[in-house]
Nanobody
Framework: VQLQASGGGSVQPGKSLTLSCAAS????????IGWFRQAPGKEREGVSC????????YYPQSMKGRFTISRDNAKNTAYLQIRSLKPEDTATYYC???????????????????WGKGTQVTVSS
């Protein structure tokens, strides 16, 4: 599977943005899908994921409320909606997918099949 992330850009605080992660190759129906971000000088952190075990979305506590992950199997595409954007959301966002079962889909180490190239999100007034 190959992934292509898109949808980033420069936005003002308070606005919303939806990132896309288009997959080519196998369908993502039963894959774990994760969104991660990395800001300059900071470690990569998990933003959201869809579990390969139960198909449910998971978010770190700090991300609950403003982030929504979804998947459109017909389009073989995953999405990450970010609402009420803040300057601290500025980062490069990456999507990842893996067919293996994992009990922690927010852990970047769980993804070995595919990583998309990042898409830059910049939040500033």
């Amino acid at each position: 599977v190959q992934l292509q992330a898109s949808g980033g850009g420069s936005v003002q605080p308070g606005k919303s943005l939806t990132l896309s992660c288009a997959a080519s190759g196998p369908t993502l129906d039963y894959y774990a899908i994760g969104w991660f971000r990395q800001a300059p000088g900071k470690e990569r952190e998990g933003v959201s994921c869809i579990s390969s075990i139960d198909g449910l979305p998971y978010y770190p506590q700090s991300m609950k409320g403003r982030f929504t992950i979804s998947r459109d199997n017909a389009k073989n595409t995953a999405y990450l909606q970010i609402r009420s954007l803040k300057p601290e959301d500025t980062a490069t966002y990456y999507c990842a997918a893996d067919h293996r079962y994992t009990d922690n889909c927010l852990d970047a180490a769980s993804y070995r099949d595919a990583w998309g190239k990042g898409t830059q999100v910049t939040v500033s007034s």
